[in-house]
């Protein structure tokens, strides 16, 4: 693997990381995002990052394998240019449900270099 794609690798784990840390010192819950809108920017901002990154990983190589890869560049799309249209569910969903998958995902590719 090269450089390039361990670098983005790392940007990715490092969103994810940067997200977890914000409920550090608050109550994980759906009341707390939809409450808080610069906690709601900052994870939005970690998205695009985390969308931008695989967009640039699958410019390197097509063929590489990040579970949802396609959905995600989606989001981080949605959250650029439909701004509109992003809900907090939606959002809150992904945070609960998807990223500790992508964060094993990017972790187990990390870990074969």
Known sequence: MNEKLLKCLYDIKLAIDEIDSFF????????????????K???????????????????????????N????????????HGYDSVSDENIWGIIVNHLPGLKANVDNLISEL
Not at 29 to 34: A, G, L, S
């Open 24 to 39: 550090d010192d608050r109550e994980k819950t759906y009341d707390v995002y939809r409450g808080d809108i610069l906690l």
């Open 69 to 80: 890869a396609r959905r995600i560049i989606g989001l981080r799309n949605q959250i650029i």
């Open 41 to 67: 920017r900052a994870i939005e901002r970690n998205l695009e990052i985390i969308g931008e990154a695989i967009s640039r990983i699958l410019k390197e190589d097509p063929e590489f394998k990040i579970e």
